[in-house]
Every structure is written in C-alpha cells, then in structure tokens.
C-alpha cells in the first residue's frame, strides 16, 4: 500500500463541473502539495500546505490533519484544467517529496 | 527570472552505457532534489543536496547511480552502466528552505 494514496484515478467532467480530487496520507507530515501536470508539460506546484484551506482562483485545496486527508476542488472547471494532478506529502524530519500516483482530469467542452 | 533547468530533455542509450544527466536550479535555491518516474508508476525520491553536500541519497537504487553538486549550483547524475529498468523520466526541483520545490522539465531517459 502506498504512503500516499489518491482518488479517483481518472475522472472525466463537463466544462463548468465542481470538481473534487481526494489524497489520504498514512504518515506523518510537514506539509501537503498538490502538483499539476499538463500533457507533454512540466510539474508545476499549485498548493503547499500544513493546516486549513488555501484559494487560487479556481481552485481551492484543504487538508483535514485528524484525518490525514486532502482535496482538491476545481470550480468552474474548463478544458484548460486538463492536466495530471498529484498529491504530494513530505515528512517532518524531511524535506523530500512522497507522491501519490496521480489523477488525470479530462475536462470536455 | 528562470525556471529550473534540465538537460537533455531526451536520452536514448544503449544498455551498458553511460549517461550524465544535468539539472540547472532556480539562482539561490541552497536546495536540490533529483526524483524519478518509472513508466505507470508514481514519482520516486532520489536524492537531496543542501548546497554541495548530500542531505538524504536514501533513495538512489543502487551503486550505479552518482550524483555531484559542485560549487552548490548545478547538478549532475550519472547512470553508468545504463540497465533496461533505468528508463523513466528524471526530474529535478529545487527550492528556498522550507518552500515549495520548483520542478524542470524533466529528462526522459530510455535504455534499449
């Protein structure tokens, strides 16, 4: 079992869909990221954080620590949102990155 | 200002070979994390320097692998000799203490 597993693994919407990603951890953490990579593109961080929610336009991350649980929500969603997107932990003691597999979002017009 | 940086974007070699990739991280950046993934599987920790020095290489697969930080800018990681399970697209990120790691472009390296 990975250390950092997330759901769903693909996920398909309609533009203009709420959209929701979901990462559980079964470590200890500093911090939670989410990355996001579109097709033939680089990684590009979106969120990192320790406690609460954070807001960037469209998308809003939590992280419930109790429950060593995260989501991702996109609101609004648009083909442009098309992208790979993974959920990352890394530990107290560390600043090394564990990943989560990934969910890849298709977004239809 | 420039992103992290990563060269070659693309490596054919043979098994038995040897090649060196390069990582250029962000100007200042004291930290650099070399991270790879191998074709359906999630994305693995290599190694991290703090300037030149090696902070945790726990997760370099074995003696094959050698990565140097000269002068605490760029990197290098050489795979010599190159096996079949060494393909995968390897990712270099750095970052300012305690924030958030920059990723390159990646190097995709396939060994035939």
């Known amino acids: 079992k990975n250390e950092v597993e997330q759901s769903p693994q693909n996920l398909t919407a309609q533009e203009g869909e709420f959209i929701t990603i979901n990462c559980s951890y079964s470590?200890?953490?500093?911090?939670l990221h989410w990355l996001q990579q579109h097709p033939g593109g680089g990684i590009v961080s979106l969120f990192m954080?320790?406690?609460g929610k954070k807001k960037h336009g469209r998308l809003i991350a939590t992280i419930n620590i109790q429950e060593k649980h995260s989501s991702l929500h996109i609101t609004a969603s648009h083909p442009r949102d098309s992208a790979v997107y993974i959920c990352a932990v890394s530990g107290p003691n560390t600043d090394k990155l564990i990943f989560g597999t990934g969910t890849r979002l298709q977004v239809f017009p | 200002e420039a992103g992290v940086t990563q060269f070659p974007s693309h490596s054919v070699i043979e098994k038995g070979q040897t090649v060196t990739l390069r990582c250029d991280p962000i100007s200042g950046h004291d930290n650099l994390y070399w991270y790879r993934r191998v074709m359906g599987k999630e994305i693995k920790f290599l190694l991290h320097f703090v300037k030149e020095s090696k902070q945790d290489e726990s997760g370099m697969p074995n003696n094959r692998f050698l990565a140097e930080r000269t002068g605490g800018t760029y990197s290098t990681l050489k795979v010599q000799p190159a096996e079949l399970e060494d393909s995968g697209v390897y990712f270099c990120?750095?970052?300012?203490?305690?924030?958030?790691?920059?990723f390159g472009p990646g190097t995709r390296l396939t060994v035939t």
């Open positions: 470590v200890g953490i500093s911090a």
């Open positions: 954080l320790s406690s």
């Open positions: 990120a750095s970052s300012a203490q305690g924030y958030e790691q920059y």
